[in-house]
C-alpha cells in the first residue's frame, strides 16, 4: 500500500453500508444526492447538466431477454461521436471503418484477438492510419469547398499543431498524407520546433513558430529559410519584437513574422481566457502597433506577414468563432492600412471534437460541423477585405483535436469486478433474531406498487443490526444474515426500478449504491489524463456482447493505488447528460471483457504520467487493405526496466541487490537454493515485461 493517496476505492459492503444507504435514505429529506453532486463541477461549467426528476423515464430499464444492436446504438450513442468511423455490426461487435464513407470496415474486436496473438498484450493503442488521413482531406475540402462557393480569391493552408500528437510515426504519416494539400506544422516551444523543421519537406508547406522564444529559437527559425522553409515566427511577447530584429541584424536575414493579437472576442468552456485583454500569450492592440513602429524603424515592416489569434480549444459553439473571425478580418485589414506586408490570416484552433454525439454547445460536443466552421472563417475574412477593397490573405488553420482524436482508440481489460452480491434468502428458523425476522418480513413485502416503505425500513433496520453488534446483543453470523437480507431487499427492489417507465425521485440513488466496481488494466494517469484532470469526456464503451442486454451498472478504477484513479463521468442517454455510472456486461468466467476508450488522440499520450510507475502501452498502426489490414508499426510499450530507468533506477544494481540478499538469506536458511534461483528468475523476468497486468 502507498503512503499518501491510499488506495480506498474498492467497496467493504460490510464496513459501508450505512454510507452507501445514506444517500438513498436521504432523499426523503430533499437531501442533494451524489449524482447530482458529482456533476457540480460540470455544471457549474456549462450550466446544462440534465438532473433526473420523478417524472424521468428510467434510463435503466434493460430487461435482459429482449435487446437489440439498436439498443446498444441508442445506449452508447455511437452514431452521434462515431460517424462515419465507428458502428456495431450484426454480431455485436464495434467496427471500424478507417477511410470514412469510402468503404472498407475492420471488426474491432477480431483485429485486438488478432493482434493478441501476435503477443501485443493489452492495454493496446491502435492508430487507424487511414482516419487521420480522411481527417487531413476533410478539413482540406471543407475548405476548398467554402472557397469555391464564396468566390474566395485566395487560397488554404493548415497546420498541425505538434503539441497535440508529437509522437514520431504519428507526425510521420500527417506529413505524408498533407502532401497533396501543403499542410505544414505549428510547433509550440524549441523542441517541437525541431521535430517541425527537420519532418517538413512539402514544399509551399508552412511552419508556424508560436510558444515562448529565446535568441536561439528565433534564430534557427529565421535560419531555417536557407533551406527553402517558409517558417513564420509569430511574435506572442512584446520582447519578442526586439528579438526578431536582433536576430535579423545578426543573421542579415529578411525574416517572415507574424503579430498574435489579443482578441476581445470571448471564448468560452475550460479554455475561454485564452482570448482577451489578460491572455497568457498575444499583443493587446496599443502594443501591436508599438511593435509595427518598432519594425518600421528596423526597416523590416514589410517582414510583417501574418495575423494570428487563438480564442482556445473545444470551442463548442459556432457564435463564439463568428465572433472571433470578425474581429480578427478587421485587425488584419487595419494591418494591411498601417503599411504591414500582410499575406497570412491564421484563425488558431478551436474546431471542437464532438465527444458525446449530442451536437450541441455542451462542453463535450459542438453545434457546428466542418463545413459550418470553415463557411464562416473564408466568409467573415471575404467581407473584411472586399469592405476595405484590400486582397484576401492565405488562411491558416491549426486545427489539432479535430484531426488527430478519432484515429486513436484505446482498447482495455477487465480484470474482474467488486459486487453488491445477492443471495438466496433463507427461511426464517426458530432462534433467529427480531431484526433478522423483520427483514424477512421486509424482503416479503416489496411490490411494484410499494418501494419506498420497505427500502427505508431494510436500511432501518440494518443500522439497528449494527448498532446491536456493536453493543455486543449480536453475534457476527447475525449481523452477517442480516446484512445479507439488506442487500436482497435493495436487489428486489432494483430489479422493480429497472422494470418501470419511471423512477421516483426518492429512489434515484440506488442504482448508485448497487453499482459495480470494474477494475480495467489500465493507468488513467497513463492514458487518458484529461478525463482525471479537467473532467474530459471521452466515449467509453464495450467493443463486443453489444447483441447482449448490458445488465451491469459500473464505475471503472485502474490499477493504479490511488482513489483518483477511476472513471465515473459518462456519455449519458440524452443531450448533454452525464451519467455517473457505464451500463455494462455481466463478466464471464475465463472469457476476457473488452472496453474501448474513443477519440482519445489529441494530448493524451504526451500529457500521460507515471503514476505507480505504470508506464506507455503498446502502440499499433493499422492500415486498411483489399484484403483486410497491415501492421504498419508496433510501438512496444514499457518496460519495467525502462520505467525504472526514468527514476534513475539501474535494473543492474536492483539485479545484483537481490542476489546479494539471497545469499545472505540462505546462509541464514531462511531459503533454499532452488527458491532463490526461482526469486531470482522472476524478478529479471519481470524487469523486462510489459507494466501492466497479463491477460487471461
Given at each position: 500500500?502507498m503512503a499518501g493517496?491510499?488506495m480506498?476505492?474498492t467497496?467493504d459492503?460490510n ?8 444517500a438513498?435514505?436521504s ?10 453532486a458529482?456533476?457540480e463541477k460540470?455544471?457549474t461549467?456549462?450550466?446544462s447538466?440534465t438532473t433526473?426528476?420523478n ?7 434493460i430487461?435482459?431477454e429482449?435487446w ?7 445506449l452508447?450513442r ?8 465507428f ?8 467496427t ?5 464513407l469510402?468503404?472498407?470496415?475492420l ?9 493478441k ?6 492495454p493496446l493503442?491502435?492508430?487507424f ?8 482531406e476533410?478539413l482540406?475540402?471543407?475548405?476548398a ?8 480569391p485566395?487560397i488554404?493552408r493548415g497546420v498541425?499543431p505538434v503539441?497535440?500528437n508529437?509522437?514520431r510515426?504519428?507526425v510521420e ?6 502532401q497533396?494539400?501543403?499542410?505544414g ?10 521535430i517541425?523543421?527537420?519532418s517538413?519537406?512539402?514544399k509551399?508547406?508552412?511552419?508556424i513558430?508560436?510558444g515562448?522564444?529565446d535568441?536561439?529559437?528565433?534564430e ?7 533551406l ?7 511574435m506572442?511577447q ?7 530584429i536582433?536576430a535579423?541584424k545578426k543573421?542579415?536575414?529578411k525574416?517572415?513574422v507574424g503579430i498574435r493579437?489579443k482578441l ?8 475561454g481566457?485564452?482570448?482577451g485583454d489578460r491572455?497568457k500569450?498575444?499583443l ?9 513602429e518598432?519594425?518600421?524603424k528596423a526597416?523590416l515592416?514589410?517582414?510583417?506577414q501574418?495575423l494570428h489569434?487563438h480564442?482556445?480549444s473545444?470551442?463548442?459553439s459556432?457564435?463564439?468563432l463568428?465572433?472571433?473571425f ?7 485589414t ?12 491564421d484563425?488558431?484552433?478551436?474546431l471542437?471534437?464532438d465527444?458525446?454525439?449530442s451536437?450541441?454547445?455542451f462542453?463535450a460536443?459542438k ?13 467573415a ?9 484590400l ?7 491549426e486545427?489539432g483535436?479535430?484531426i ?7 482498447v482495455?481489460d477487465?480484470l474482474g ?9 433463507e427461511a426464517?428458523?426458530e432462534?433467529d433474531?427480531?431484526i433478522i425476522?423483520n427483514l424477512?418480513?421486509t424482503y416479503?413485502s416489496i411490490?411494484?406498487?410499494n418501494?419506498?416503505?420497505p427500502?427505508?425500513d431494510a ?5 439497528e443490526?449494527i448498532?446491536?453488534?456493536?453493543l455486543g446483543?449480536l453475534s457476527l453470523p ?7 437480507l439488506?442487500?436482497?431487499c435493495c436487489?428486489?427492489?432494483?430489479r422493480?426500478?429497472?422494470s ?6 426518492e ?5 448508485q449504491v448497487?453499482?459495480?466496481?470494474y ?5 488513467v494517469f497513463q492514458?487518458?489524463?484529461?478525463s482525471w484532470?479537467?473532467d474530459?469526456?471521452?466515449?467509453i464503451?464495450?467493443?463486443h ?8 451498472r459500473?464505475t ?21 447528460d ?7 456486461h455481466t463478466?464471464?468466467e475465463n472469457?476476457?471483457y473488452y472496453?474501448?476508450?474513443?477519440l ?10 507515471l503514476h ?5 502501452t503498446?502502440?499499433v498502426h493499422i ?18 526496466k ?6 534513475q533506477y539501474?535494473?543492474e544494481d536492483?539485479i545484483?541487490?537481490?542476489?546479494k540478499?539471497?545469499e545472505v ?8 537454493l532452488?527458491?532463490s534461483?526461482?526469486l531470482?528468475q522472476?524478478?529479471?523476468r519481470?524487469?523486462?515485461?510489459y507494466?501492466y497486468?497479463?491477460?487471461?
Amino acid at each position: 500500500m502507498m503512503a499518501g493517496r491510499a488506495m480506498d476505492m474498492t467497496i467493504d459492503t460490510n464496513s459501508t453500508v450505512q454510507e452507501m444507504t445514506e444517500a438513498v435514505v436521504s432523499k426523503t429529506d430533499h437531501k442533494e444526492s451524489p449524482r447530482t453532486a458529482s456533476l457540480e463541477k460540470a455544471q457549474t461549467a456549462t450550466k446544462s447538466n440534465t438532473t433526473k426528476s420523478n417524472t424521468t423515464k428510467s434510463s435503466q430499464a434493460i430487461e435482459p431477454e429482449e435487446w437489440s444492436i439498436e439498443q446498444s446504438e441508442e445506449l452508447y450513442r455511437i452514431n452521434g461521436w462515431g460517424d462515419p468511423y465507428f458502428s456495431i455490426n450484426a454480431v455485436g461487435h464495434v467496427t471500424v471503418s478507417p477511410k470514412g464513407l469510402r468503404g472498407g470496415s475492420l471488426d474491432l474486436c477480431d483485429l485486438v484477438n488478432g493482434l493478441k496473438q501476435r503477443n501485443l498484450e493489452l492495454p493496446l493503442l491502435i492508430r487507424f492510419s487511414d482516419i487521420l488521413e480522411d481527417r487531413i482531406e476533410r478539413l482540406n475540402a471543407c475548405f476548398a469547398k467554402a472557397i469555391a462557393r464564396y468566390n474566395y480569391p485566395g487560397i488554404y493552408r493548415g497546420v498541425f499543431p505538434v503539441k497535440c500528437n508529437q509522437q514520431r510515426h504519428f507526425v510521420e504519416n500527417l506529413v505524408k498524407f498533407g502532401q497533396p494539400y501543403q499542410f505544414g506544422l505549428e510547433a509550440g516551444s524549441k523542441p517541437e520546433l525541431l521535430i517541425a523543421l527537420a519532418s517538413l519537406d512539402t514544399k509551399g508547406a508552412l511552419v508556424i513558430c508560436n510558444g515562448y522564444k529565446d535568441q536561439e529559437y528565433v534564430e534557427t527559425a529565421m535560419l531555417a529559410q536557407k533551406l527553402g522553409q517558409t517558417a513564420i515566427v509569430v511574435m506572442e511577447q512584446v520582447e519578442e519584437v526586439e528579438q526578431v530584429i536582433e536576430a535579423s541584424k545578426k543573421l542579415g536575414v529578411k525574416p517572415v513574422v507574424g503579430i498574435r493579437a489579443k482578441l476581445c472576442a470571448k471564448g468560452m468552456g475550460r479554455w475561454g481566457t485564452s482570448a482577451g485583454d489578460r491572455a497568457k500569450f498575444g499583443l493587446t492592440i496599443p502594443e501591436i502597433l508599438t511593435a509595427i513602429e518598432k519594425l518600421r524603424k528596423a526597416d523590416l515592416l514589410d517582414s510583417l506577414q501574418l495575423l494570428h489569434f487563438h480564442i482556445g480549444s473545444q470551442i463548442s459553439s459556432i457564435s463564439v468563432l463568428k465572433d472571433a473571425f470578425r474581429e480578427a478580418g478587421h485587425i488584419y485589414t487595419e494591418l494591411s492600412r498601417l503599411g504591414a506586408n500582410m499575406q497570412y490570416l491564421d484563425v488558431g484552433g478551436g474546431l471542437g471534437v464532438d465527444y458525446d454525439g449530442s451536437k450541441t454547445t455542451f462542453a463535450a460536443s459542438k453545434n457546428y460541423n466542418m463545413q459550418n466552421y470553415a463557411n464562416d472563417v473564408v466568409a467573415a475574412i471575404n467581407d473584411a477585405c472586399t469592405q476595405a477593397n484590400l486582397p484576401v490573405p492565405t488562411l491558416i488553420s491549426e486545427s489539432g483535436r479535430a484531426i488527430a482524436s478519432h484515429q486513436s482508440v484505446l482498447v482495455f481489460d477487465i480484470l474482474g469486478s467488486s459486487d453488491v452480491v445477492e443471495d438466496t434468502v433463507e427461511a426464517i428458523v426458530e432462534g433467529d433474531h427480531l431484526i433478522i425476522r423483520n427483514l424477512h418480513e421486509t424482503y416479503a413485502s416489496i411490490t411494484r406498487d410499494n418501494l419506498q416503505e420497505p427500502f427505508n425500513d431494510a436500511a432501518q433496520f440494518k443500522e439497528e443490526a449494527i448498532s446491536l453488534f456493536g453493543l455486543g446483543y449480536l453475534s457476527l453470523p447475525e449481523r452477517a444474515k442480516a446484512e445479507r437480507l439488506f442487500w436482497s431487499c435493495c436487489h428486489k427492489i432494483q430489479r422493480q426500478l429497472r422494470s418501470m417507465d419511471f423512477v421516483p425521485e426518492e429512489l434515484t440513488d440506488l442504482e448508485q449504491v448497487m453499482a459495480s466496481i470494474y477494475y480495467m488494466n489500465l493507468s488513467v494517469f497513463q492514458s487518458a489524463p484529461d478525463s482525471w484532470a479537467i473532467d474530459q469526456l471521452f466515449p467509453i464503451m464495450p467493443i463486443h456482447r453489444l447483441n447482449e442486454a448490458p445488465t451491469q451498472r459500473a464505475t471503472l478504477a485502474d490499477l493504479t493505488c490511488d482513489s483518483d484513479g477511476k472513471i465515473d463521468r459518462f456519455i449519458g442517454s440524452s443531450s448533454r447528460d452525464v451519467k455517473s455510472l457505464l451500463e455494462v456486461h455481466t463478466l464471464k468466467e475465463n472469457e476476457p471483457y473488452y472496453l474501448g476508450m474513443f477519440l482519445n488522440g489529441a494530448y493524451q499520450e504526451i500529457m500521460g504520467n507515471l503514476h505507480n510507475l505504470f508506464g506507455d502501452t503498446n502502440t499499433v498502426h493499422i492500415r486498411l487493405t483489399p484484403k483486410g489490414y497491415e501492421i504498419e508499426h508496433v510501438v512496444k510499450g514499457d518496460t519495467m526496466k525502462e520505467v525504472l530507468g526514468y527514476v534513475q533506477y539501474s535494473s543492474e544494481d536492483l539485479i545484483e541487490s537481490m542476489r546479494k540478499r539471497t545469499e545472505v538469506a540462505m546462509e541464514q536458511k531462511q531459503i533454499t537454493l532452488e527458491e532463490s534461483q526461482m526469486l531470482l528468475q522472476h524478478y529479471e523476468r519481470c524487469l523486462t515485461g510489459y507494466t501492466y497486468l497479463s491477460s487471461m
